[in-house]
Nanobody, 127 residues
Framework: QVQLVQSGGGLVQAGDSLRLSCAASGVTFNYYGMAWFRQAPGKEREFVAA????????RYSEFVKGRFTISRDNAKSTVYLQMDALKPEDTAVYYC????????????????????WGQGTQVTVSS
């Protein structure tokens, strides 16, 4: 099973940018598709973005499309989430996730689709 360690996050103002990182270990990273989810207080964990094992296919939720960018560096076994034009409603704990079998990037937007999870990192956006 892949081990995922997250970094980044913090407190920013509306309109600012942040980049989250998620480093994988214990497996061959480029066998895994990766995703980011988030969970706000009192809400369910929701899909943010996903990227295929090669990095060639990506998918975004409607509420981040055009503002967030998911990418990966297989040489560093790391996936990133670049978050621009942040809004107060983006405030949440963000989680990276990994999935071993990856056929269609558009198919994996449920937390139940993923095998392994990072520890979570808080992102707080003030107005």
């Amino acid at each position: 099973q892949v081990q995922l360690v997250q970094s980044g996050g913090g407190l920013v103002q509306a309109g600012d940018s942040l980049r989250l990182s998620c480093a994988a270990s214990g497996v061959t990273f480029n066998y895994y598709g990766m995703a980011w989810f988030r969970q706000a207080p009192g809400k369910e964990r929701e899909f943010v973005a996903a990227v295929s094992w090669s990095g060639g296919d990506t998918r975004y939720s409607e509420f981040v499309k055009g503002r967030f960018t998911i990418s990966r560096d297989n040489a560093k076994s790391t996936v990133y989430l670049q978050m621009d034009a942040l809004k107060p409603e983006d405030t949440a704990v963000y989680y990276c996730a990994a999935r071993r079998v990856w056929v269609d990037t558009a198919a994996y937007d449920s937390l139940h689709d993923y095998d392994s999870w990072g520890q979570g990192t808080q992102v707080t956006v003030s107005s």
